[in-house]
């Protein structure tokens, strides 16, 4: 027979475990290049063709053009699980391929995202039609596996604790004043 007491750790554990997995698959990660850095890539973006990627940001800007998607991105460090981070200093921008047909709906401005993808090489910003910046040049990578972050609200963020009637400076709003 077997032991329930057995069966809320198992449960337990296997949570744990799922809700820790990277956001992208640990087989495109095997095969990224990860000695390879943004600055490196973005001097010389011919010279490391078709190396896999592993790169993460802020989404700029969305532009759909003749069945194709380009995602313009500032680039921000990654976190432990490919997430990126908060980070108020950026390391530039990069475009983001997608090849196959989206929701562009999904990519919104402001939008953490994380791709891995292959290096296609770069492009002038002037070659695209709505691009923030028309004199940059941009790294050009194709998504293999993009991943979406979405940020979670606390209504308490940024706000003191309730107070509660335990609380020694806690005075009720409704009661009047005391008068001497």
Same mark, same amino acid.
């Given at each position: 027979?077997?032991?329930?007491?057995?069966?809320?750790?198992? $449960?337990?554990?296997?949570?744990?475990?799922?809700?820790?997995? @990277?956001?992208? !698959? @640990?087989?495109?990660?095997?095969?990224?290049? !990860? !000695?390879?850095?943004?600055?490196?890539?973005?001097?010389?973006?011919?010279?490391? *063709?078709?190396?896999?990627?592993?790169?993460?940001?802020?989404?700029?800007?969305?532009?759909?053009?003749?069945?194709?998607?380009?995602?313009?991105?500032?680039?921000? @460090?990654?976190?432990?699980?490919? *997430? @990126? #981070? &908060?980070?108020?200093?950026?390391?530039? *921008?990069?475009?983001? $391929?997608?090849?196959?047909?989206?929701?562009?709906?999904?990519?919104? #401005?402001?939008?953490?995202?994380?791709?891995?993808?292959?290096?296609?090489?770069?492009?002038?910003?002037?070659?695209?039609?709505?691009?923030t910046d028309k004199t940059y040049r941009y790294p050009l990578i194709l998504s293999r596996q993009i991943h979406l972050w979405k940020d979670y609200f606390s209504p308490y963020s940024g706000l003191p604790p309730p107070r509660s009637p335990h609380d020694p400076y806690?005075?009720?709003?409704?009661? &009047?004043?005391? &008068?001497?």
């Amino acid at each position: 027979m077997f032991n329930i007491f057995l069966l809320f750790p198992l $449960l337990f554990l296997f949570a744990f475990i799922s809700g820790c997995a @990277p956001a992208i !698959s @640990p087989e495109l990660r095997a095969k990224v290049d !990860s !000695s390879l850095t943004f600055r490196q890539i973005h001097q010389n973006p011919d010279a490391y *063709k078709t190396k896999l990627v592993l790169w993460g940001g802020e989404i700029l800007n969305v532009i759909p053009q003749h069945g194709e998607t380009f995602i313009e991105v500032l680039r921000k @460090p990654l976190g432990w699980r490919g *997430k @990126p #981070k &908060r980070a108020v200093a950026f390391q530039g *921008k990069f475009l983001i $391929l997608v090849k196959e047909k989206s929701d562009l709906s999904l990519y919104k #401005k402001g939008t953490r995202i994380t791709v891995a993808g292959e290096i296609l090489g770069e492009i002038q910003g002037d070659k695209i039609e709505n691009l923030t910046d028309k004199t940059y040049r941009y790294p050009l990578i194709l998504s293999r596996q993009i991943h979406l972050w979405k940020d979670y609200f606390s209504p308490y963020s940024g706000l003191p604790p309730p107070r509660s009637p335990h609380d020694p400076y806690w005075h009720d709003p409704f009661e &009047r004043p005391l &008068r001497f």
